[in-house]
């Protein structure tokens, strides 16, 4: 999934937190559960893998995590890292347009914003938690006034033999920044 985003808080809280979900799970009245990657007008969130409404945090922003269903309970190991949150953050472009790319490849989840990479993620639970396919969700966190822009949003299906290339397969439009076509409301 790729899409452009940018987010300003307009209210005294100095707050602004939205995020996409993806593979999630409609739980009705407006709610999405899933895999999301967080996106912020603050320093803290942008390019995390968060799961809204189930165990929260996967990875930090910089962390490489494996995550595993340990005697019923869900555990977070931090396998390594793929660069300096801080570093990270100060590519990303506060109150400006930041691009979004978001790989997911079976149970390995990749997040990467202005081209550095925020994330890697192996997620090795499986049903509802560890989910395999799912809707996309745009999300506003309730925080407070606060405006954020999507743009550009398109999808592609990875190839996932070996011998094909993944440019084979092409982008798909999933706004066209005019309608909202094709979309529907959750109830």
């Given at each position: 999934l790729r899409f452009s985003y940018k987010i300003a808080h307009t209210g005294d809280k100095?707050?602004?937190?939205?995020?996409?979900?993806?593979?999630?799970?409609?739980?009705?009245?407006?709610?999405?559960?899933?895999?999301?990657?967080?996106?912020?007008?603050?320093?803290?969130?942008?390019g995390i893998l968060y799961e809204e409404l189930m165990d929260g945090i996967?990875?930090?922003?910089?962390?490489k995590t494996v995550v595993k269903t340990v005697a019923g309970?869900?555990?977070?190991?931090v396998t390594g890292s793929v660069g300096d949150s801080n570093e990270i953050q100060n590519s990303i472009?506060?109150?400006?347009?930041?691009?979004c790319v978001i790989i997911a490849n079976g149970n390995h989840f990749q997040h990467f914003i202005n081209g550095r990479q925020t994330v890697d993620v192996t997620d090795e639970r499986t049903g509802m938690k560890g989910a395999r396919n799912?809707?996309?969700?745009?999300?506003?966190?309730?925080?407070?006034?606060?405006?954020?822009h999507f743009k550009a949003l398109r999808i592609k299906g990875l190839v996932l033999t070996p011998s094909a290339a993944a440019d084979a397969v092409?982008?798909?439009?999933?706004?066209?920044?005019?309608?909202?076509?094709?979309?529907t409301a959750a109830d």
């Open positions: 100095g707050f602004g937190n939205s995020g996409v979900e993806y593979r999630g799970k409609d739980f009705g009245n407006f709610q999405v559960g899933g895999y999301q990657v967080d996106i912020d007008a603050g320093n803290n969130y942008s996967l990875a930090q922003r910089g962390q309970q869900t555990r977070i190991e472009q506060k109150e400006g347009w930041n691009d799912g809707i996309l969700a745009l999300q506003l966190h309730d925080a407070g006034p606060m405006t954020v092409s982008w798909t439009p999933l706004f066209d920044g005019k309608t909202l076509s094709g979309w």
